[in-house]
Every structure is written in structure tokens, then in C-alpha cells.
């Protein structure tokens, strides 16, 4: 299959005729060709997004762009199908949490399509003689980098609550995993959004992405990955003054005390490091469990990590691959820095049996970490998981508070003062409490320190998306 760029409602080639191919992470096999976009074809993508923008799509009445979102959540859910087929063979991941990712994406523009007439603003009392209030206006066009771990989905969920505030969109896809973006392109003209409102240039970071971000006819910018590309991303904004949305890295704490439902904190810490491969910037990564509970805790969750079916996504297993060779390299090298700075392996620390191909890492393990361990402070963003015991509810926070991360948090405890006293004290943009993933697409999500700022996610998005203009008006 052969992919264009999508710029202005049409299917175009990169300006220099260059391509890259995706691949299958569960054969190494290539499955698609894709133009390679750089800085020119940057350049007429934001062109092709001003266009309608400084055209009036801004000013349309609410209920027109609040329809079209509405349809194009009915268009993802008839394509959930096809669309969650693409993102497996594109990204490696179950079908079945495929599927899941898709409907997710149509909840976002259902969801924002709900609030595009709701953008209100506010009435500020100044005295008799005076009328003050506030408008809302959308920030005008926006970029969306979008990272390769939930292709879809993360690009949802900036592009839906940014239409819903009036603005037009130019996406730049990660090149591992660029087809259901693009596919998505095809909705969006199905649906009947005007020419430029939405476009998609894929290629890579330095080529596409650096011209992207550094663009001055960009007027915000929404980034979600690694700490280091956002902080390129923040320099290039900075040139220009534009304002920047970053989700960044995690490093997040998964605390289980004594009191816990066993049964139901073994199976969500799995869930915790295991879902998408471990792929998740908000995977509970550190198990920072209590001693007293730490030994028959941990033969549990090593039954329940042996258990899970590793393989090829379209067979639906527990877990796929990771994404690319690259990252498989990274991972592994990782597993082997935990083994040398003295934590254990007692489970995983390897390619799965029976696996020959494809970039497959089995569930793993490490006991005995420390907290200054690099395997129990960096980001491994795969299924890695650093066991570190606490004595007391003191220490547990002094370990959840150790990184330079503040993405997410789990507690587990039947004691709500606990969980409540926990949950401020907690450096991190997102608790949860007694399941872990919980919340939806209505709930705000963003980090604290280095795990970035700006939400996403729920009304608290739409703020991303628009700037605010105070009116004061004078009674004679």
C-alpha cells in the first residue's frame, strides 16, 4: 500500500518524491510505503490550514462544527473495524485493545462535540457604569506531533477538543506508526469538514517535525513523548512565542499497602505495566509495596505475569510486540543495565519461547531495586517492571516523589484517609485510587516536574485550545 500526504482535502506526494516504509512489528515484514514530508511540505500544510481558518471557519455558528465532530465519531465507530486492523498491523498491539483505542478516538469527538456551543465566557462586576466579560476565541492554527504508542488515539484526542474550539489542525504522525492518521484523513472528508481544517504530513522528527514545530504560522503547539524532543519542541515554540502543550515522560509509582485488595492490586498492577507492551508514558513501572505483604505479593504477580499470551496482535494475545527494532534494542539494554546494577530478574528478562521474529519482550520483573537505580528512575516505556519495598507510609511517599517524573500514580488501600492524605501529598497530574488506568476521556490528564504541562483530556483541553479577550465597556 502507498500513502500520500494528506494537505487541503487532497492525497499529494512529499515535494521530493521521497518515501520511508512502516512495518509489521510482529514479522519485521513492511507493510506500507509512506511519503516522506519535509519542511516545504510543512510549509503548505500550514498554509492549506490558514486558509479556511482566516475564511470564516472560526466564526461558523457552534452547531455546524459541534455536527461534524458528532459525525465523525458515527464515522470511526462504522470503520472501528478496519481502523483497529490498521493500528495492529501498524503498531503491534492486540486487536482486541485495538478496538478499545478506536472507540475511545470516536468518544473524543463525541465528547467535544458536546462542548463546541458550551465555549462560554464570563461577566466580571466593575460597578454600574461599566459591562465587562470575557470571549474565548480559538488560538487559530494548531500542530499536533503525535507519538507512536496509541497512534489514533492520541490523535483524537488533541485534534477533537481543537476543532471543537474553532481552530484548523496540521498532524505530523511518528513515522513507526503513520497509517491510521492518515487513514483518518479519509473521514474527515467523508464527514464534510472543509478542505484544510484537517492534514497530516508525515516523515520524520528532524525533517517534518523540527520544520512543524518551528513553523511561525503555527499558533500553538501540542506534543506528546519523550522529555528531551520536548524540550527541542519548547526551544523552536519559544522563537516564535507560541504557547506549547507538552505530555512527556513517566516514571509512575504503582504503592501498594498491606490493607489492599490482594487479588485486585495483582491484577492491576500487571494491567499497570503490561498493557500496550508497557508502551504508555503513565505505566506503573515502579511496585512500591510493602514490605509486609512484599513476598506472597510477588509470587502472585509472577504467576499472573507467566500466564499472559505474548504474540502477534491480529492472534489477539495478553501482550505484542514492541514497536520497532530500535526500541526492542532499547528495552533489552535496559533489562540487562537492572541485572548489572544488582536488581534481580525473577521473572521475563527476555524474547518469549517459540518467537523467532518480531520485536517481542517477555513480562519482566525486578526485584531488589533500589530507588537510585537508573532501571528504578528513567523511562523504559516497556513491559519492565522495579519492585522497591517500603516500612512505613513516610518512606512509600519519599519513593513516589523520587524522580524527576509526576505523570501518574496508583494506591491501593482499603483506607480512604490514607488514600486522600496520599493523594496531595503525591507529586503527579493524575491519582488513582484502587484501580489503576482509571478515568476516561472526560477526565483531565497532564503531568507535574518532567512528565510536562497543559491537559489533555475533559473540558480542561479546551483551554489549550483557546485564548481568552477581555471586553470592558464604559456606561455614559
Known amino acids: 500500500m502507498d500513502y500520500h500526504l494528506y494537505i487541503n482535502g487532497q492525497w499529494t506526494p512529499s515535494a ?17 510505503t509512506v511519503a516522506r514530508g519535509t519542511a516545504e511540505d510543512i510549509n503548505q500544510a500550514v498554509e492549506a490550514a490558514r486558509a479556511p481558518f482566516a475564511g470564516g471557519w472560526w466564526r461558523t455558528k457552534p452547531p455546524a462544527p459541534a455536527r461534524l465532530l458528532y459525525d465523525m465519531a458515527r464515522a470511526i465507530e462504522r470503520h472501528a473495524g478496519e481502523l483497529a486492523e490498521l493500528e495492529t498491523r501498524d503498531s503491534g498491539k492486540p486487536l482486541n485493545r485495538s478496538l478499545a483505542e478506536v472507540r475511545s478516538s470516536a468518544r473524543y469527538f463525541e465528547f467535544y462535540a458536546g462542548a463546541a456551543d458550551k465555549l462560554f465566557g464570563t461577566q466580571i462586576p466593575l460597578g454600574p457604569d461599566y459591562i465587562d466579560f470575557t470571549i474565548r476565541e480559538p488560538m487559530g492554527v494548531t500542530a499536533h506531533i503525535v507519538p507512536w504508542n496509541m497512534p489514533l488515539n492520541m490523535v483524537a484526542r488533541s485534534v477533537a477538543p481543537a476543532l471543537a474550539a474553532g481552530n484548523t489542525c496540521v498532524v505530523k504522525p511518528a513515522e513507526q506508526t503513520p497509517l491510521t492518521a492518515l487513514r483518518l484523513a479519509d473521514l474527515f472528508a467523508e464527514v464534510g469538514f472543509p478542505p484544510g481544517v484537517y492534514n497530516v504530513v508525515t516523515g520524520f522528527g528532524e525533517e517534518a517535525g523540527g520544520p512543524l514545530a518551528s513553523h511561525p504560522g503555527i499558533d500553538s503547539m501540542t506534543f506528546t513523548g519523550s522529555v528531551e524532543t520536548g524540550r527541542r519542541i519548547m526551544r523552536a515554540a519559544a522563537e516564535h512565542i507560541k504557547p506549547v502543550v507538552l505530555e512527556l515522560g513517566g516514571k509512575s509509582p504503582h504503592i501498594i499497602f498491606a490493607d489492599a485488595d490482594m487479588e485486585i492490586a495483582v491484577a492491576e498492577a500487571t494491567k499497570a505495566i503490561t498493557a500496550n507492551c508497557g508502551q504508555v508514558c503513565s505505566a506503573g513501572s515502579r511496585l512500591v509495596i510493602d514490605n509486609a505483604v512484599r513476598e506472597p505479593f510477588l509470587e502472585q504477580l509472577t504467576a499472573r505475569m507467566e500466564a499472559l499470551s505474548v504474540g502477534p496482535g491480529m492472534d489477539n494475545p495478553d501482550m505484542g510486540p514492541l514497536v520497532s527494532a530500535e526500541h526492542y534494542q532499547r528495552v533489552n539494554g535496559y533489562i540487562a543495565l537492572g541485572q548489572e546494577e544488582g536488581a534481580q530478574v525473577i521473572t521475563g528478562g527476555g524474547r518469549p519461547a517459540g518467537l523467532e521474529r518480531g520485536f517481542f519482550v517477555a513480562p519482566t520483573v525486578f526485584d531488589q ?50 488514600a486522600l492524605r496520599l493523594a496531595g501529598r503525591i507529586k503527579a497530574g493524575q491519582i488513582y485510587v484502587n484501580e489503576y488506568y482509571a478515568g476516561g476521556e472526560e477526565t483531565p490528564f497532564g503531568g507535574y516536574k518532567q512528565s510536562g504541562f497543559g491537559r489533555e483530556k475533559g473540558l480542561e483541553a479546551l483551554q489549550s485550545y483557546t485564548q481568552v479577550k477581555n471586553v470592558a465597556i464604559r456606561i455614559r
Open 16 to 32: 521530493s518524491g521521497q518515501t520511508f516504509e512502516t512495518v509489521d512489528p510482529a514479522t519485521e515484514e513492511p507493510i506500507a
Open 369 to 418: 531495586a533500589r530507588p537510585d537505580m537508573r532501571i528504578a528512575q528513567e523511562e523504559i516505556f516497556g513491559p519492565v517492571l522495579s519492585v522497591l519495598g517500603f516500612s512505613d507510609e513516610e518512606e512509600a511517599l519519599e519513593i513516589a516523589n523520587g524522580v524527576a517524573y509526576g505523570l501518574v500514580a496508583g494506591i491501593f488501600t482499603n483506607d480512604i484517609n490514607r
